[in-house]
């Protein structure tokens, strides 16, 4: 018996010690498969997680980012102690002490994980702060006793490769906390709208309890559980030593306050200026842009970007209440859930204080409300009472929009159907200064400044007079205005431009043609210095891609966009040079390297010390594309449009401001580009299905205004100044108005025996200038040599008596 008892243990023995040796086996081999798999722990040594792109101002104001995970990344040296201790205290109490597993505190978590799994509590792990960078972004998050294996190994060797203070950098930057925000500073701007080095104790500690789970702490929904959460984590920070009782009870005493909802910038005026950077940013970098880190300083200045958007949405407001109230955006029933069908409601986020609304009783002329969010109760204004009613009335239940006005008495508001844009260019750079691209970019993204294709109308002629003005015309040249007509595109059509007003006013000057918008001068000019010179000359400024050189087209049938457009008449301001607009001015990588630059000029001499000669001096941007004197009698004939003619209601701007209506068939859209000698600015309106904004809302009445809003806050830091003069003009005073004359062109008498001293008919002096006209195109020879003209006073002879 024993010696078969003995020959059982030894079998006993021997297939213990194969399983034993098979264990082992799958165990190393399982291991060998773990550090086979295992990334290598130094390319944390250069790891960078995407990070958001910052987009500021040209003044430094933060007005967007472009991301896929909001991080803003943060140095180590830049995280102020009060976070890391925080964080700390919260999640690694003895991070600077372990080598990556903290055997105690695996310890206390199996301990407090008895208590959670009985009373069903979401169980702790236990992991180090290295181990969840390891876990965040080498691992993954697999629950696996292999994954927990893997983080383990990871954690050492990354302990062995990088410091302590590179993976605190790495966790604080990589880590989510909610609120749309990935790192420690996207957490302070969103949940605080400060940066990091101004977060205090409380709002510390507050970032150092989401970790444990955003939702779970929520400081809106679940308001208690985060300040509680965030106090504990105050008591651990004193108990460690890292503030003083004074200050733990202190930070415990504040209220948790946070935002109400993470937002890109506190500056949020500029969503059409930055959506259209982004397009471009794109372009030029790809899908980077919205990972590598990017500082992008834009060419937006926030204060003129603030005033063009409430001038735009001013202007769409008013012409919108012109037109009649269009009865209520809903209806509900006061005693159903009306709130919940008010909330699908959308107001323009830009106007903050409108409120949806339900009529709760009708009663002649007294209207009572109650608003669906704040619950406040009160009387529509007696004068909105009278606009709806002319209109399609109110009704008890229905749903509108209001906005406070004073006690208990609100505003009827209605979202314009209407839309428009505005851009403002700095004239001698192309710099974008302000862009509003239509009512509101949350109700519709679409850029109506870039994106929209239009017919400019008579916001066109001034290229045409420029044209006209580079072939032999002159701002005192007569052209006939009266009846004419041209054979149709179809046999037996034919095609007889009129006038705004359908009236004929005779010889007139260009100048007057062009402040009074005359549409058959403008036409005769197109047809005698040829379509063909007007659409090349369109092309070359800028004003479009290509055009096809028929008569109407000089009266603004052909299409552009507002951005071009304003950018086109720049170069009436800056002395006839065409410019590129462009809204990004620079662009660092994350590392602070310039990798684009808008102006590339280069300054030869910039480098050397002073010597008391001259600075050196920047060539001009742009391309020269027309005289500079065009450019200057152009911006002059202007300058008359505001003061005596179709633009008169923006005199009140005061002098050396010009610009040009425009408004096409059937009123379908009404433009205004107007300037100083700093700023161009084009404002269009119009509907995006392109129909009639209705009889009389034309340019002057409609786009106008919105300049003239505008303009008030532009001119305060910018004022009017005089355009500079071109060195080789001649100035001469024609009918009380200082004109400029390219060399050889001033109009001269000529000695008649019938007339010794009178005015030379408005027909001699269009002789003059077609045969002028006929000599630079080679078709006619040069004239007789004639007497002298009698000597002139000085060169501003008042020649008023030829006209």
Not at 7 to 22: D, E, H, P, T, Y
Not at 484 to 502: D, K
Not at 570 to 592: K, T, W
């Amino acid at each position: 018996m024993k010696s078969i008892a003995e020959r059982w243990f030894v079998i006993a023995g021997i297939g213990l010690l194969g399983a034993i040796a098979v264990a082992g086996v799958a165990l190393a081999v399982y291991a060998a498969l773990l550090f086979r798999e295992l990334p290598d722990a130094a390319e944390l040594a250069e790891y960078r997680p995407p990070t958001a792109t910052r987009v500021y101002a040209w003044d430094g104001t933060l007005i967007g980012e472009f991301s896929q995970e909001r991080r803003i990344y943060v140095p180590y040296e830049q995280i102020p102690p009060v976070v890391v201790q925080a964080f700390l205290a919260a999640e690694d109490r003895n991070f600077f002490q372990h080598g990556g597993v903290d055997v105690g505190g695996l310890g206390r978590a199996a301990v407090k994980n008895v208590a959670n799994a009985a009373q069903g509590r979401r169980l702790e792990g236990g992991s180090t702060i290295t181990q969840q960078v390891a876990k965040n972004i080498l691992v993954g998050d697999d629950p696996t006793i292999g994954r927990k294996l893997r983080e383990g190994i990871l954690a050492s060797r990354l302990e062995a490769t990088i410091s302590k203070e590179r993976i605190l950098e790495l966790y604080l930057n990589e880590i989510f906390l909610g609120f749309r925000s990935y790192g420690v500073a996207a957490a302070a701007y969103n949940y605080f709208g400060k940066p990091l080095n101004q977060l205090t104790i409380e709002e510390a500690a507050f970032l150092a309890a989401l970790p444990k789970g955003p939702n779970n702490y929520h400081p809106q929904r679940r308001r208690a559980q985060a300040t509680a959460r965030r106090n504990w984590i105050i008591n651990e920070m004193q108990q460690i030593g890292w503030i003083t009782r004074e200050q733990a009870e202190a930070a415990i005493a504040r209220p948790l306050a946070t935002q109400e909802a993470p937002r890109r910038a506190q500056y949020a005026d500029a969503d059409f200026f930055v959506e259209e950077a982004r397009r471009r940013a794109l372009s030029m970098w790809g899908d980077d842009i919205n990972a590598g880190g990017y500082y992008m300083r834009t060419t937006l200045d926030p204060r003129l970007q603030s005033a063009a958007r409430d001038a735009l949405m001013r202007g769409l407001e008013s012409y919108d209440r012109r037109h009649g109230w269009r009865g209520a955006w809903g209806t509900a029933e006061l005693d159903g859930d009306w709130r919940r069908a008010a909330r699908e409601g959308t107001t323009p986020a830009e106007r903050r204080t409108w409120e949806a609304a339900i009529i709760e009783s009708v009663e002649g002329s007294s209207v009572r409300i109650r608003t669906a969010e704040s619950d406040r109760t009160g009387l529509l204004e007696a004068a909105d009472v009278t606009w709806a009613r002319a209109g399609r009335g109110l009704n008890r239940g229905d749903l509108i929009f209001v906005e406070p006005s004073s006690g208990e008495r609100f505003n009827l508001r209605q979202v314009p159907a209407v839309n428009g844009a505005l851009v403002a260019i700095e004239p001698t750079s192309g710099r974008v200064l302000a862009m509003v691209g239509g009512y509101s970019f949350g109700l519709s993204s679409f850029n109506r400044a870039t994106q929209a294709l239009r017919q400019p109308g008579s916001a066109f002629k001034p290229f045409v007079y420029a044209t006209a003005l580079e072939n032999g015309f002159t701002p005192a040249s007569i052209v006939l205005d009266a009846p004419i007509s041209y054979a149709g595109s179809r046999p037996g059509e034919r095609w007889s431009p009129s006038n705004y007003s359908r009236r004929f006013y005779g010889p007139q000057t260009l100048r007057r043609g062009l402040e009074l918008s005359r549409n058959v001068m403008t036409v005769r000019m197109a047809d005698r210095v040829g379509m063909r010179r007007v659409a090349d000359d369109a092309v070359r400024y800028g004003v479009v891609d290509e055009m096809t050189p028929v008569l109407s087209m000089a009266l603004g049938a052909g299409e552009t966009t507002p951005y071009r457009l304003t950018a086109a008449y720049a170069s009436f301001v800056n002395g006839g040079r065409r410019i590129d607009p462009y809204l990004i001015e620079m662009v660092q990588d994350r590392n602070g390297s310039t990798v684009y630059r808008a102006d590339r000029r280069e300054c030869a001499g910039c480098a050397r010390a002073f010597d008391g000669n001259d600075s050196p001096r920047l060539a001009p941007r742009g391309e020269q594309v027309m005289d500079p004197v065009t450019a200057y009698q152009l911006a002059s004939m202007m300058e008359g449009v505001v003061q005596r003619g179709t633009a008169v209601r923006a005199r009140e701007l005061g002098p050396h401001i010009g610009g040009k209506t425009g408004t096409t068939n059937e009123y379908r859209s009404a433009w205004f580009v107007g300037f100083s000698a700093d700023i161009v600015v084009g404002v269009f309106i119009g509907f995006d299905d392109n129909r009639s904004l209705g009889s009389g809302e034309a340019g002057s009445a409609t786009a106008v205004p919105v300049f003239i809003d505008f303009m008030r806050v532009a001119l305060q830091d910018r004022p009017a100044r005089p355009l500079p003069r071109p060195a080789n003009a001649e100035f001469r005073m024609v009918n009380g108005i200082e004109e400029a004359f390219r060399p050889g062109t001033v109009p001269v008498r000529e000695e008649r025996p019938e007339t010794p001293s009178g005015p030379i008919p408005y027909l001699d002096v269009l002789r003059q200038e077609r045969e002028a006209l006929e000599r630079q195109q080679g078709q006619a020879p040069p004239p007789q040599s004639a007497p002298p003209p009698p000597p002139r006073k000085d060169t501003s002879e008042d020649l008023r008596g030829l006209f």
